[in-house]
C-alpha cells in the first residue's frame, strides 16, 4: 500500500507541472496587462488547462505510472475519462467527479498498461494483442466505473462534502492541520496526494463560462477561477518559502563550523535562493530533515502556524506552481491583502532564525558532519554525465539490483530488489541531499533539478 501510494505521489507531478504555464496564461487574460483579443486568447488558452484537469491528471497519472513510460498507457486514460464521464453524466447530469475522476481512470490504466502491455492474444486476434490491448481493456473498465460513479457517486460527494465542512468549520485550526501534515509528509513522498485534496477537490465555486455554468473545485482552482474566498490553504507558504526557510538556511549557515562553512555557503545560499525565487523546498529540507529531525518537526509546526496565522488576517494568495517570489510577483493583483505577506515574512524569518539558531546550538546538532572532502567533490563535478550515472548505478548494487527507475521534479525513484545493504554515504558523494529508504525494495535519492536527467540517463545505459 505505501508503494502504491508513493508511485501515486510521484505521477501526480506529471499534471501539475502543466500548472504553472496555465496559471500565468490565466493572469495575462485578466485584463489589467493586456485588453482586447490578447486578453481574451490568454484568458482562453489558461481555462482550456483548468477546465480539462481531470483529462490532464488522468494522462498524466497514467504516464507516471508506467514502468516504460510508454504512451499508450496515457493515450488509455485519455479515453477512458471520456468514457466514464459520458456514462455517468448519462446517468446523472449534475454529477461534478472534479479531478477524482482522473486520478481514478489514470491509476486504473496505469495498472492495466503494466499488467497487460506484453499480453499475447490467439493469432486471429494478433492485432489486438500487446500495447494495442491496453486502451481497448481500459475503455471497458471505464464503462464499468462510469456505471458505478453514475449510481453511487453522490455517496462519495457527501462524504467529500463532510470533510470539506469539517475542515472549513475548523478555520485556522483546520488550516494548521494542512500546513503541518503536509510537511510532515514530504519525507515520504505522499504530500501531493494531500495537496490533491485540499487544492483540487475542497470546496467549489460556480461561474458563467461562455453562457454555461461551470464549477471550480479546490483552493487553486476556484483562486484562479476568481472565487474572493479562495487562497486561505496557498497564502501561508509564502511565508514559509520566501522568508521561513532562507532565515533557516542562514541559521543553519552560521551554527556550521568554520571549516566548513565556504563549502555549505555554497550549497545553502543555492538551495535558499531556490526556495525564494521558486518556492522548490525539497533540496533544502533534505539537508537537515534526517540529520536534524527535531528541527525539521520545528519547520512543520511552524509551517502550519503561519497558514493559520494568515487566515486569521484574511490573507487570500495563491500560485500556479509554489509559493515562490515568481508566483507572489505574478498572481498579486488577484490576492487580498498579499502585501501583508511581506511584514508577516519577516516577523517569521526571525522566528525561524531564532528557534533554528538555539536548537541548533543547544542539542549540538551536526548537520554538516558527515560532509564529503574537496577532492570527493571536485571529483564528482569533473565527472561526465554519463560516468555519474554509472556511479549511481554502482551504488544501487549494479544494474542486477534496478527493478525500475523514475524521478519527480527533485527525487530519483528507484525500485530495486534490495536496498538493505546500500550505502548512503556514497549516494551523498554523488550529490545527493538525502537518501529514503522507505521499504525494503525501494529508495528515494534527492538530488535537486537534475534528479530528471540522471534518471534518463540511468535508463539509456540499463537499457544499452
Not at 74 to 86: E, Q
Not at 167 to 172: C, D, G, P, R
Not at 245 to 262: D, V
Not at 321 to 349: E, M, R, V
Request: proline share 3%; net charge neutral; with cysteine.
Amino acid at each position: 500500500m505505501f508503494n502504491s501510494l508513493q508511485k501515486i505521489g510521484k505521477a501526480l507531478m506529471m499534471p501539475i507541472a502543466v500548472l504553472p504555464i496555465a496559471a500565468i496564461l490565466l493572469r495575462l487574460g485578466f485584463g489589467d496587462i493586456f485588453s482586447g483579443d490578447i486578453a481574451n486568447i490568454m484568458k482562453t488558452a489558461g481555462e482550456a488547462i483548468f477546465s480539462n484537469l481531470d483529462l490532464i491528471f488522468a494522462i498524466g497519472i497514467a504516464y507516471g505510472l508506467a514502468k516504460d513510460g510508454d504512451g499508450a498507457s496515457a493515450l488509455s486514460a485519455g479515453i477512458g475519462v471520456l468514457i466514464a464521464k459520458s456514462v455517468y453524466l448519462e446517468i446523472d447530469k449534475n454529477l461534478n467527479t472534479g479531478v477524482f475522476i482522473g486520478i481514478i481512470i489514470g491509476i486504473v490504466a496505469g495498472y492495466i498498461y503494466n499488467r497487460f502491455h506484453t499480453i499475447k492474444l490467439p493469432q486471429f486476434l494478433g492485432f489486438f494483442g500487446g500495447k494495442r490491448f491496453v486502451p481497448i481493456l481500459t475503455s471497458l473498465v471505464a464503462v464499468l466505473i462510469g456505471v458505478l460513479i453514475g449510481n453511487f457517486w453522490h455517496y462519495a460527494e457527501s462524504l467529500i462534502q463532510s470533510f470539506s465542512n469539517a475542515i472549513i468549520s475548523m478555520q485556522e485550526i483546520g488550516t494548521f492541520l494542512y500546513g503541518f501534515l503536509n510537511r510532515l509528509l514530504i519525507p515520504l513522498g505522499l504530500h501531493h496526494i494531500l495537496n490533491s485534496i485540499f487544492l483540487f477537490q475542497l470546496g467549489d465555486y460556480s461561474y458563467i463560462k461562455d453562457g454555461v455554468e461551470v464549477v471550480a473545485n479546490g483552493d487553486l482552482n476556484r483562486f484562479f477561477a476568481g472565487d474572493k474566498s479562495a487562497g486561505v490553504y496557498m497564502a501561508g507558504f509564502y511565508i514559509v518559502m520566501m522568508f521561513g526557510l532562507p532565515s533557516m538556511a542562514l541559521a543553519i549557515y552560521l551554527t556550521t563550523p568554520k571549516k566548513y562553512r565556504k563549502r555549505v555557503g555554497a550549497i545553502l545560499a543555492s538551495v535558499a535562493f531556490t526556495s525564494f525565487l521558486t518556492g522548490i523546498t525539497e533540496p533544502l529540507e533534505f539537508l537537515f530533515m534526517f540529520e536534524a529531525p527535531l528541527l525539521y518537526l520545528i519547520h512543520a509546526i511552524l509551517t502550519g502556524l503561519a497558514l493559520a496565522i494568515s487566515q486569521f488576517l484574511d490573507i487570500h494568495h495563491g500560485f500556479g506552481f509554489s509559493a515562490g517570489f515568481f508566483d507572489y510577483i505574478i498572481n498579486y493583483k488577484l490576492a487580498q491583502k498579499p502585501l501583508l505577506i511581506i511584514p508577516l515574512g519577516a516577523i517569521f524569518a526571525i522566528i525561524y532564525f531564532i528557534v533554528s539558531y538555539y536548537t541548533i546550538k543547544l542539542l549540538n546538532l551536526k548537520i554538516f558532519e558527515n560532509i564529503v572532502d574537496e577532492k570527493e567533490e571536485k571529483n564528482n563535478t569533473s565527472s561526465s554525465k554519463s560516468n555519474r550515472a554509472l556511479e549511481f548505478i554502482e551504488a544501487l548494487g549494479g544494474r542486477e539490483n534496478i527493478v525500475s527507475t523514475s524521478a519527480c521534479i527533485t527525487r530519483l525513484r528507484m525500485e530495486v530488489k534490495s536496498s538493505k545493504d546500500l550505502d548512503d554515504n556514497l549516494f551523498k558523494r554523488l550529490g545527493a541531499k538525502g537518501v529514503i529508504k522507505p521499504t525494503n525494495n525501494s529508495i528515494q535519492i534527492v538530488l535537486g533539478a537534475e534528479a530528471e536527467k540522471i534518471a534518463g540517463e540511468i535508463r539509456e545505459i540499463l537499457k544499452s
